[in-house]
Each structure stands twice: as structure tokens, then as C-alpha cells.
């Protein structure tokens, strides 16, 4: 069998895995582990690939050790600093184990390309595009209602532009029936409105919280909130994924377009 194949099979199983837990993360913030259990037979292929395509000391083999080693800092710093949820830990870790170097040949005369191609980094780097496309929908959403929200009569000058691209105005009946996808990024306390650093925010039962407000008699469900909106970054994960399969690092595919062009 051709060590072709191999990188073939490993991708394959990487976007079949990424793409049954970004189905999960999109519709229910959760990721079952044993979703993350078919990442085995990709690291099976990936490391059939990389012994018979370039073996030990090749630039495939530096490749896969480099995309190894990035995706264990970035499961290991979103674990330590609580950065992301357990399911983006589990895909830095499947990433770097399973996704197969095949564009490691690509630019192998120019080091940053070649590092910028390494598997983990040209997978963050294409999800990015969907993150972007994530945080303009919630702005397009605020440009609408942000206003509709009285937190955002506290928010002035370059704070506000934080809020308004991490967070969201919606409903209290939308949290209800949606809690899994945002948190509350302000805290009632009587008649007070206190907002909460959207870089320290973290995940609470946002029910209880509301629950609370609505039995006190300071908020009703058709009052608005602002929140943060939990970002799928799983599913941005497997956009990621498809344009490495395709394409490698997008970045990288469009500066060769507009150079070729130029």
C-alpha cells in the first residue's frame, strides 16, 4: 500500500471525527468522549504515513512531531488556565495525534511556511476563519439590539467593542431554552446591575441565576440580557479540518493566489 494512502485514511478519519463532534458542539456545547475515541485508527495511519513516506529525520517526520508538540501546549494551556472546555483540550490532543503532515513537502524551502503548514497550526489557523465569521454574526445581532440590553449603558469607549464581539443581547426565554450556550455577563444585585469582565467570565448554570432574578421580580422572560455566546470552537475545528484537507494553511493558499496574480 502506497504511503499516499496512508495520509489519506488519517485524514479521512480526523474529518469523520471532527465532523460527528462539531454536529455535538454545535447543537449541545458537549462532546461525548467516545466520539474522540475514533481519533485512534487516525493516529494509526498518521503514524504509518509518516514511517513510510519520510521515516525518521525526514521533514514529514519533524512535521508530525511539531504538530504533536503544539497541540499538547495548546490541550495543556487551555486546561491549566480553563481557557476552553474539556472538548477543545480533547481536539488539540486529537489533532496533534492523529492529523497526518501531508502538506509538509509543500514549501519545504521557506521555514515558516513549512512551520505554518504543520498540521495543529494550519488547522487553528483555518478554524480561525469560522471563529471570525462567528464573532461578525453576534456583532451583526448587537448592532440590532445592544441597546435593548441596560448592561450596555455601563459599557463605554474600547470596552464596548469588547462586549459587543464576545457577547450577545438576547431574551431571558432564549437562555432558558438554550442554557447550554451562553453565560450571564452581568450579576443583579437589588436594584444594582454589575458587569462581569467578559475575560474572567465563567460557565455557570445561567437557570438558576435567572430563575432567581425572575422570583425576585427583576427580570421577566421577555427582558433582554447580555451574555456570553459559547462558540463551538469544535465545530470550527472541523471547518478547519476540511480547508486543511483541501488546501493546507488557507492563509498560506491565498498568498500563493495573490502572488501567482501579482
Not at 464581539?165 to 432564549?174: F, G, I, M
Not at 421580580?217 to 440580557?225: F, I, M
Amino acid at each position: 500500500m502506497g504511503c499516499g494512502l496512508w495520509g489519506l485514511l488519517g485524514l479521512v478519519v480526523v474529518c469523520v471525527v471532527f465532523g460527528v463532534g462539531g454536529v455535538f458542539d454545535f447543537l449541545w456545547r458537549v462532546v461525548p468522549d467516545w466520539v474522540w475515541a475514533g481519533c485512534v485508527p487516525g493516529v494509526v495511519f498518521t503514524v504509518l504515513y509518516v514511517l513510510s513516506c519520510g521515516g525518521l529525520g525526514s521533514l514529514v517526520f519533524f512535521s508530525y512531531v511539531s504538530s504533536l508538540v503544539v497541540g499538547l501546549v495548546f490541550a495543556l494551556l487551555c486546561y491549566l488556565f480553563d481557557l476552553t472546555g474539556g472538548a477543545d483540550v480533547k481536539g488539540f490532543l486529537c489533532l496533534g495525534l492523529a492529523c497526518p503532515p501531508v502538506y509538509s513537502e509543500t514549501l519545504s524551502r521557506n521555514v515558516l511556511f513549512t512551520v505554518l503548514n504543520v498540521p495543529t497550526v494550519a488547522v487553528v489557523c483555518n478554524s480561525a476563519v469560522a471563529v471570525l465569521a462567528y464573532a461578525a454574526y453576534i456583532v451583526l445581532i448587537n448592532v440590532r439590539k445592544f441597546r435593548l440590553c441596560p448592561e450596555s449603558e455601563k459599557i463605554r469607549g474600547l470596552r464596548k467593542i469588547l462586549y459587543m464581539v464576545s457577547t450577545v443581547c438576547v431574551p431571558v426565554r432564549e437562555i432558558l431554552k438554550r442554557p447550554h450556550k451562553y453565560a450571564l455577563a452581568s450579576v443583579r444585585i437589588g436594584d444594582m446591575l454589575i458587569l462581569r469582565p467578559v475575560t474572567r467570565i465563567v460557565y455557570r448554570d445561567p437557570v438558576e441565576e435567572l430563575k432567581k432574578y425572575m422570583e425576585a421580580g427583576v427580570l421577566g422572560e421577555n427582558d433582554h440580557v447580555l451574555a456570553i455566546y459559547y462558540i463551538p470552537y469544535v465545530t470550527c475545528m472541523f471547518i478547519g479540518v476540511l480547508i486543511y484537507a483541501l488546501t493546507g494553511n488557507i492563509f498560506l493558499t491565498m498568498y500563493q493566489l495573490l502572488k501567482s496574480l501579482l
